[in-house]
């Protein structure tokens, strides 16, 4: 009879649940990197003593250098800010940007109790009108308050989003017949050449003259301003959507086209089981580059068309022209800095879940 050393056993179980954590941290990578915390992983397998020094070196790499990077500007910006000075004073440094943040939050807090407490008068008065048998006099008063910077910065990303998803809903059908059809990606490609370069600051006195003459209702389910935006949007950034899916559905390998015709496959079929998963990377690609130039986009219209939203703050502050004027504006950059990087995290994660591209 064999005996087994339980020293021996008590060792291969260790390594073999050691395998299945390291096997869960390798599978939750993908997601740190969505999220940008991919030096989480390397500093898990250092402390679990995965070669502790190679995992610390690439730990540095993926935060140490990023961190060190953001202090080394926050010091230069720091000590050079003070000494350019413009009509509206010197350029403030972080800690005044950080304060001016401050104010604005606390700021938007005040408008939002200031908001509440007029839509509770007007429920109140409603409802004493109702219970005195006077409900043909109930009145919806809206809230005419300046909206706030959080209210701003939530204008402007229902906006961009409006528009990108037209512009997708646009897009990704016309590249796919561009992709799977030489005539049609003959008729189409010029359309491309002569639109894509085309300026937001172009389009935006067309469209706001289109959409003022067909969009005559001022009680419609969507504001007159936000249309414009939204379909200024639509038209600058549907184009890089609809460049890479033609692109991807082109690339698709002739031996699966070969299949789809030997198995013959019907159209639809065909670009859903066929084309749309052999295209999706570089069609989320497209559709990356094409949120980021919309956000971009919708910044400056709002700025011009003067719109709701982070552009028009930006302008406004611009033209008040006060001592913390340059100091809010400084803070709407960085707002809007920060909102484009988390909404091309959004796009990657989408990305990551729909298909198997490494692109970052």
Not at 24 to 44: E, S
Request: hydrophobic share 50%; glycine share 6%; net charge positive.
């Amino acid at each position: 009879m064999t005996t087994v050393d339980p020293d021996f056993a008590r060792e291969e179980a260790r390594a073999a649940s050691r395998a299945k954590l390291f096997t869960r941290i390798n599978a939750a990578d993908k997601w740190f990197q969505v999220l940008g915390l991919a030096w989480i992983t390397p500093l898990v397998k250092a402390v679990l003593g995965d070669n502790p020094r190679a995992q610390m070196k690439e730990v540095w790499r993926l935060l140490g250098v990023p961190v060190f990077s953001i202090c080394a500007f926050l010091l230069l910006w720091g000590a050079l800010a003070p000494k350019v000075q413009t009509s509206l004073g010197a350029v403030p440094g972080p800690a005044e940007v950080w304060s001016e943040m401050v104010n604005l939050h606390h700021d938007a807090e005040a408008k939002a109790v200031k908001k509440e407490k007029f839509l509770t008068m007007v429920e109140a008065r409603n409802q004493k009108l109702i219970e005195a048998g006077r409900a043909d006099e109930v009145k919806v008063v809206a809230y005419t308050g300046a909206p706030s910077y959080y209210e701003q910065i939530w204008t402007s990303i229902k906006t961009v989003f409006f528009g990108f998803l037209i512009g997708t809903a646009v897009a990704v059908p016309l590249g796919i017949l561009g992709g799977l059809s030489p005539y049609a990606n003959a008729a189409i490609n010029p359309i491309v050449q002569i639109f894509k370069p085309v300026s937001p600051l172009a389009w935006l006195p067309i469209v706001t003259m289109v959409v003022s003459a067909l969009y005559t209702t001022n009680d419609g389910f969507f504001a007159k301003s936000f249309l414009i935006s939204a379909i200024t949007v639509t038209l600058c950034s549907l184009w890089p959507t609809l460049i890479n899916t033609a692109l991807g559905v082109a690339s698709i390998d002739k031996d699966l086209v070969s299949v789809s015709k030997v198995l013959k496959m019907g159209t639809w079929t065909k670009i859903t089981k066929l084309v749309l998963p052999s295209a999706l990377p570089l069609i989320f690609t497209g559709l990356r580059l094409s949120l980021g130039v919309g956000w971009m986009v919708l910044i400056a219209a709002e700025m011009l068309a003067q719109n709701p939203g982070l552009g028009k703050f930006v302008w406004d502050e611009f033209q008040n022209g006060s001592s913390s004027s340059l100091a809010k504006i400084m803070v709407a950059v960085l707002t809007i800095g920060i909102i484009g990087f988390l909404l091309d995290r959004v796009m990657y994660a989408l990305q990551s879940l729909f298909t198997f591209t490494n692109n970052r």
